[in-house]
């Protein structure tokens, strides 16, 4: 079997372990999660990227600070633009730990001495870990993949526990043991559904729409149909996606839309709308969507539901094109800086 697909599809053990990482390890980290005062910094580069903008928009929502996600080359080469003030927590995402600009990002910020480091990683040995105040590791999402899949979603639940320990929101870690049973659930349901949509040759591009703390998820989505099946791909918020980029809408125009519980009828009015303009549409949400999950799980920490039917549509469409998701063109697991060889 194909790695990457077989990292997908036992992605729920690594979520298992990064919900007790954050949990059992919530006396280590409950002191740098104190009296933040400033904007906190999410950071990483490509998927841990995106994995940044989603953890940020969540970590605000839950815990009512500000928090921002940015990519390690914005904080090394535009800092004046990125930071502002004291910045009491920065939260540095890379499943290699290698990463040059986020270990770049991470000295530059440690040499304004300002607040604290926290590392998500899957691999300890490597430089990041070592940087951090202090560094979750979460061995089992760790992948031979270049693309990032099952250690995308682990990372991501991990930052789910870290906001909820924040916040001070307890009932939402007894949710979050919940999700890895579900996790296994919508696998094994969503395989066929994800392969349809990839074998579809009348798709020729793809839209990822998402909101509020689903755009990080729905960026992450679309990178993977790039990186997977070099389709032409583009995440938006869903009512962004009116003001402009519709008039690229036409019947071979896949909408994919993670929708919201609390937007709803707004996302789903979008969607219906680019429906009559002849797009293809698949939504996944937790009801009255093509996939829905039926989880019973409250909103802030079902993010990671998502993540398996999608990374399969990119993984099915890639094999539908005869290329290998194993061998991604032009990418390499770990990027080193440029210019270096
Ligand atoms: C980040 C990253 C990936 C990308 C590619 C190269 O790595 O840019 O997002 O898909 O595989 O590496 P990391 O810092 O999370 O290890």
């Not at 560094?135 to 999402?141: S, T």
């Not at 009559?276 to 993010?303: K, M, N, W």
Request: glycine share 10%.
């Amino acid at each position: 079997m194909s790695v990457t697909l077989e990292e997908i599809l036992t992605q729920p053990i690594a979520w298992e372990e990064a919900v007790n990482k954050t949990a059992g390890q919530s006396r280590d980290l409950l002191p740098l999660l104190k009296d933040l005062d400033g904007h906190v910094l999410f950071t990483g580069c490509g998927s841990t990227h995106y994995l940044s903008l989603a953890a940020a928009a969540l970590f605000q929502k839950l815990t009512g600070r500000p928090a921002r996600g940015v990519p390690g080359s914005e904080l090394v080469l535009n800092g004046d633009t990125v930071l502002n003030g004291r910045t009491p927590l920065l939260v540095a995402v890379s499943r290699s730990g290698a990463t040059e600009e986020t270990l770049q990002a991470v000295e530059h910020f440690r040499r304004r001495g300002d607040g604290a480091v926290i590392a998500i990683t899957t691999d300890g040995s490597q430089p990041l870990a070592s940087m951090a105040d202090y560094a979750i590791v979460l061995e089992r999402g760790r992948e031979k993949s270049v693309v990032q899949t099952r250690s995308f979603a682990a990372m991501y639940v991990a930052t789910v526990g870290l906001s909820l320990l924040a916040a001070g929101v307890t009932e939402g870690l007894e949710a979050l043991e919940r999700l890895p049973a579900l996790g296994q659930r919508i696998i094994s349901e969503v395989q066929d559904m994800a392969q349809k949509v990839g074998k579809d040759r009348n798709i020729t591009h793809f839209f990822f729409l998402g909101s509020g703390i689903l755009y990080g998820l729905a960026s992450e989505a679309s990178l993977k149909m790039k990186e997977m099946s070099l389709s032409f791909s583009e995440p938006f918020h869903f009512l962004e996606f009116r003001h402009g980029p519709m008039s690229m809408v036409d019947k071979g125009t896949m909408l994919v839309g993670l929708l919201s519980e609390r937007n709803h009828k707004h996302e789903q009015a979008v969607l219906d709308e680019m429906a009559e303009l002849g797009g293809h549409v698949f939504s996944l949400g937790e009801r009255d969507a093509t996939y829905a999950f039926h989880s019973q799980l409250p909103e802030i920490v079902r993010g990671a539901l998502y993540l398996p039917p999608l990374q399969l549509m990119a993984y099915y469409r890639a094999v539908a094109r005869g290329l290998d998701p194993d061998r991604p063109r032009h990418l390499s697991a770990v990027v080193k800086a440029l210019g270096s060889s």
